[in-house]
């Protein structure tokens, strides 16, 4: 297993510094657990860094060292995903990102502080400004997100109708209907509870 493992790290390592335009990065399979494995993740973020400052014209390394970056380098990312969102003003996945990098941001915040809305508004506008630029298919993927920034960003209103949405939105079989059943519920109850409506949370 121990072997296994090791194989996998160094072939992490060998795709970012030899490929990195391979669309693997875009599902993290290089991005290296910071704490479990601090040697390799070092050696990643250092030939990220390199590649990001070699090829600011290439959005394919800026995203990937974004994506790799955005935990440990939560600034340096949101510099590459605005240099992205600056070249390709109209491609929804930039926004998506630099949101989600507040939403990291929010969890960290303390819980029910003036500073932990500031910042969910900041990711809800990030969502909502992707939302508008994706397609129906990808908006669907994105409701989540929106109804956690609404919720913790005290915008009820928005939170209740991104729910709804959640709750209509079709396909994903038995098993996505079930969640989506779950999760629009669950947020109008917590919006219905945070405005006093307690007979309607116990509903939801």
Request: glycine fraction near 10%.
């Amino acid at each position: 297993e121990d072997s296994a493992v090791d194989k996998r790290l160094l072939h992490g390592l060998w795709l970012i510094e030899h490929s990195p335009r391979s669309e693997v990065h875009r599902h993290l399979y290089s991005a290296f657990n910071q704490k479990k494995y601090p040697e390799q993740f070092g050696i990643g973020r250092g030939l990220w860094l390199t590649h990001a400052d070699r090829h600011k014209e290439d959005l394919a390394i800026t995203e990937f060292a974004g994506l790799y970056l955005r935990k440990s380098d939560p600034d340096i990312a949101a510099a590459l995903f605005q240099r992205g969102a600056g070249a390709e003003p109209e491609e929804p996945r930039w926004p998506s990102h630099l949101g989600q990098l507040r939403i990291f941001a929010m969890d960290n915040a303390v819980a029910g502080s003036d500073e932990k809305q500031a910042i969910a508004v900041d990711a809800l506008e990030f969502f909502e400004r992707s939302y508008q630029l994706s397609t129906e298919r990808g908006r669907s993927g994105m409701l989540t997100s929106l109804c956690r920034a609404s919720i913790h960003g005290r915008r009820y209103d928005k939170a209740r109708q991104y729910a709804r949405r959640r709750l209509s939105h079709e396909g994903g079989g038995r098993f996505g209907y079930a969640a989506r059943h779950f999760h629009g519920h669950t947020v109008l109850g917590v919006v219905a509870f945070e405005s006093g409506e307690l007979e309607q949370a116990e509903k939801h």
